[in-house]
Structures are given as structure tokens and as C-alpha cells.
């Protein structure tokens, strides 16, 4: 079983108010140097069977008309390691 993830970020010229608010924060709880926050989400799809070019091109096609509003954001695609995944649990 491989691990996909696909990352969805707001566009750069979109407004982030949850980012703002985040980094306006920083400083008041003591984290200094942050110049810049933007929220995104992260999904994680287990897939069944060997990630090839064409499992990917259907995460790409699930990815561009589900989990991503393309008007205003961008996503990646990227295949996880059981490694890294395993690391990551720890």
C-alpha cells in the first residue's frame, strides 16, 4: 500500500485571513521572525496497488475536481514513501 499526498494551497494573490491571523499572532506568543503564514490542507489517500503514471493521473483528475477549488487554489501531488511515512508517526 503507497501513501499520496496532495497538498492545497490558497493562491499567492488570494487573501488568507487564517494566515494573517496566525502570523499576527506569532509575536505575542513569543515567535519572532516570521514574516508570513499561509493555511492550507493536506490529504493523505492510501492506494491499493503499485502507484504508477496512471493512478497518479487519476489523484491528479480526483485532486482537480474535488479537493481543490482551482479558482483560488493550487495543489501538488506527491507519493510518500512507507519510510517517510513511518518517520513522520513518531
Do not use: C, W, Y
Not at 25 to 41: E, W, Y
Amino acid at each position: 500500500m503507497a501513501r499520496v499526498v496532495v497538498d492545497v494551497m490558497l493562491k499567492p494573490e488570494i487573501l488568507d485571513p487564517q494566515g494573517q491571523a496566525v502570523q499576527r499572532a506569532l509575536p505575542r506568543l513569543g515567535f519572532d521572525g516570521i514574516s508570513d503564514v499561509r493555511q492550507g490542507k493536506r490529504f493523505e489517500l492510501e492506494v491499493d496497488g503499485p502507484v504508477d503514471e496512471a493512478a497518479l493521473a487519476r489523484i491528479h483528475d480526483l485532486a482537480e475536481s474535488f479537493l481543490a477549488n482551482t479558482v483560488i487554489e493550487d495543489f501538488s501531488v506527491k507519493v510518500e514513501s512507507d519510510d517517510v511515512a513511518a518517520g513522520a508517526a513518531k
